[in-house]
């Protein structure tokens, strides 16, 4: 069966209401962690995106939808904003493990080397990277992947398919989740930044006390000794924290969406 023959079966406004679907579902594979990893290639990612989008076709209840060009272009704009706004309050989440880790690696001195990280396909640090990871890991392991479908099927209820969303809401909870990303890093990192501004307040007094001792020597060992200890130690508590977090932004994007 050819894709036109496929087509006919379906009515314009079937079709118009899966494309308008799509838009909505599309920036998830954009922007949200796992969803938008880049050890998916780009083609599996659009196949899953579209399979995604027919599967919540059956929730999304619509009226006519006004196949004016101008009208349904304003349409799909919105469509993808408001899938946008849904997957930034995920991306902030997952964002706010890399800032920690790229803290945590530059306070260690693990930034001096850095490598590709298979979930963004940007350059990162080491710890970075093992975050990145981690969190990828506590997603699949959790079923959060299942979380955030459902979260996405449940942007339906606040913003239906053919209603405009409350701008001001959404922008406020942009600007919630972007500030929770730093209020998250520190969180995630405090038990091993403290112990290392220990560390380097006391290798302060030794290099006071016995000046002819070379303090960089000893000092770059000690600290990473003490990170990667502290770190390890670290990881139960990142977990429950990620845990948390997710569910909390699954709840905040789906507060902060709402109808106009």
Do not use: C
Not at 232 to 259: M, Q, R, T, W
């Amino acid at each position: 069966m050819t894709a036109n023959e496929l087509l006919a079966r379906f009515s314009e406004q079937q079709v118009a209401a899966f494309f308008l679907v799509l838009a909505r579902v599309s920036p998830l594979f954009i922007l949200a962690p796992l969803f938008s990893s880049k050890m998916i290639p780009g083609r599996v990612r659009s196949i899953i995106a579209v399979g995604l989008a027919v599967g919540l076709m059956p929730v999304v209840k619509h009226g006519t939808i006004d196949l004016d060009p101008l009208a349904y272009g304003g349409l799909i704009v919105k469509e993808v904003v408001v899938g946008l706004a849904f997957a930034y309050a995920l991306a902030a989440m997952f964002a706010g493990l890399q800032v920690a880790g790229s803290l945590l690696d530059t306070l260690i001195g693990f930034s001096f080397g850095s490598l590709v990280d298979p979930v963004t396909g940007n350059q990162s640090t080491v710890i970075a990277q093992l975050y990145s990871l981690f969190g990828v890991a506590i997603l699949i392991a959790i079923g959060g992947d299942a979380w955030i479908i459902r979260g996405l099927g449940r942007t339906y209820e606040a913003v239906p398919l053919l209603d405009a969303p409350a701008i001001g809401s959404m922008v406020e909870g942009a600007q919630i989740a972007f500030s929770g990303i730093f209020a998250s890093a520190f969180m995630i990192g405090a038990p091993v930044i403290i112990a290392l501004t220990i560390t380097d307040a006391a290798f302060g007094v030794v290099s006071r006390v016995v000046p002819q001792m070379n303090i960089f020597a000893v000092g770059f060992p000690a600290k990473m000794i003490v990170g990667l200890v502290l770190l390890g130690a670290s990881l139960p508590f990142v977990s429950n924290f990620f845990i948390g977090s997710l569910h909390d932004s699954v709840v905040e994007a789906l507060h902060f969406l709402k109808a106009a």
